[in-house]
Nanobody, 122 residues
Framework: QVQLVESGGGLVQAGGSLRLSCVVS??????MGWFRQAPGKEREFVAATDWNGGSTYYANSVKARFTISRDNAKNTVYLQMNSLKPEDTAVYYC?????????????????WGQGTQVTVSS
């Protein structure tokens, strides 16, 4: 079993930055992803990385603004979010996948964190 704990969310003004962290309970070589869910909307893919950070994937809505990275020595995955917009407001979830296929699909992830709230004011 793997536990994921997110942190780093908060309230920020539009144009600002936040860095989310996701600590994994044990060393793994799983692919990792970030998803988000805004009020009244379905959860959506944000970004993902393969087991060593060599390949990264982004939703079009965050490309060039967000960066996913990982430090396997610290069992931690990060999501650096720049140029934040009010439409980025959501609960952000970290997830782990045993496979590196179809990482934009929620169904490929076996383990999920509890989420961290990000609120961007206009």
């Amino acid at each position: 079993q793997v536990q994921l704990v997110e942190s780093g969310g908060g309230l920020v003004q539009a144009g600002g930055s936040l860095r989310l962290s996701c600590v994994v309970s044990r060393r793994t070589l799983y692919a990792m992803g970030w998803f988000r869910q805004a009020p009244g909307k379905e959860r959506e893919f944000v970004a993902a990385t393969d087991w060593n950070g060599g390949s990264t994937y982004y939703a079009n809505s965050v490309k060039a603004r967000f960066t996913i990275s990982r430090d396997n020595a610290k069992n931690t995955v990060y999501l650096q979010m720049n140029s934040l917009k009010p439409e980025d407001t959501a609960v952000y979830y970290c997830a782990a996948s045993r496979t590196s296929d179809r990482l934009a699909a929620e169904s490929m992830y076996e383990f999920w964190g509890q989420g961290t709230q990000v609120t961007v004011s206009s």
